[in-house]
């Protein structure tokens, strides 16, 4: 199957300060990358969902101006989670789609755990 | 009513059983289904990808889908420890570009050696 990278793998940070993670699709290109938020013992929460050359689409609930989303080229997704709280703190997935119709999969990244203090 | 529904667990079996996991769906529209399986702290890996309505085999692995059920399920024969994790179902409509996957909510499953 198709590699989804993530990095960092994990990352600590001070309350109010920024942090970005970085998808990358390292085998193919992907026009579209999904990033995801995981809270310990549920399941995956889409929080937008990022074209490339375009703006994000976020959903219902998600602050645009706090998680930051580019998708500047098509195999390299960015998200930057702005002035972090602790509550911010969680597990964050991307995702890249190949394929359309029948042909289309979507592929996960390792995650990135991060730690709000 | 969620969308997807699927019995978190946590399910423990012995090495060598035969499992099955399942999840109901609500929406007619979907036409795409996937399993997951994550592992601890780590990102979700695709498994098993059926389009409308069948079976699909691969290896220990056996994905059914019943649409007239609203009804998915995968089976794993002879499990092994190796195995434990948490298996997601995951659906998708049949919208001209539609990627947006939705995703039940996860079964723990342990196997016990």
């Known amino acids: 199957g198709a590699v989804v990278s993530q990095h960092p793998s994990r990352v600590i940070c001070k309350s109010g300060t920024s942090v970005k993670i970085e998808c990358r699709s390292l085998d193919f290109q992907a026009t579209t990358m999904f990033w995801y938020r995981q809270f310990p013992k549920q399941s995956l929460m889409l929080m937008a969902t990022?074209?490339?050359?375009?703006?994000?689409?976020?959903e219902q609930g998600v602050e645009k101006d706090k998680f930051l989303i580019n998708h500047a080229s098509l195999t390299l997704s960015t998200l930057t989670v702005t002035s972090a709280h602790p509550e911010d703190s969680s597990f964050y997935i991307c995702?890249?789609?190949?394929?359309?119709?029948?042909?289309?999969?979507?592929?996960f990244g390792p995650g990135t755990r991060l730690t709000v203090t | 009513q969620k969308e997807v529904e699927q019995d978190p667990g946590p399910l423990s079996v012995p090495e060598g059983a035969i499992v099955s996991l399942n999840c109901t769906y609500s929406n007619s529209a979907f036409q795409y289904f996937m399993w997951y399986r994550q592992y601890s702290r780590k990102g979700p890996e695709l498994l098993m990808y059926?389009?409308?309505?069948g079976n699909k085999e691969d290896g220990r692995f056996t994905a059914q889908v019943d649409k007239s059920s609203k009804y998915i399920s995968l089976f794993i024969r002879d499990s092994q420890p190796s195995d434990s994790a948490t298996y997601l179902c995951a659906m998708r409509d049949i919208i001209q570009g539609a990627q947006k996957l939705v995703f039940g909510q996860g079964t723990r499953l342990t196997i016990n050696p």
């Open positions: 995702s890249a789609n190949t394929g359309t119709g029948i042909y289309y999969e979507q592929y």
């Open positions: 059926t389009y409308s309505s």
């Open positions: 990022s074209n490339e050359g375009s703006k994000a689409t976020y």
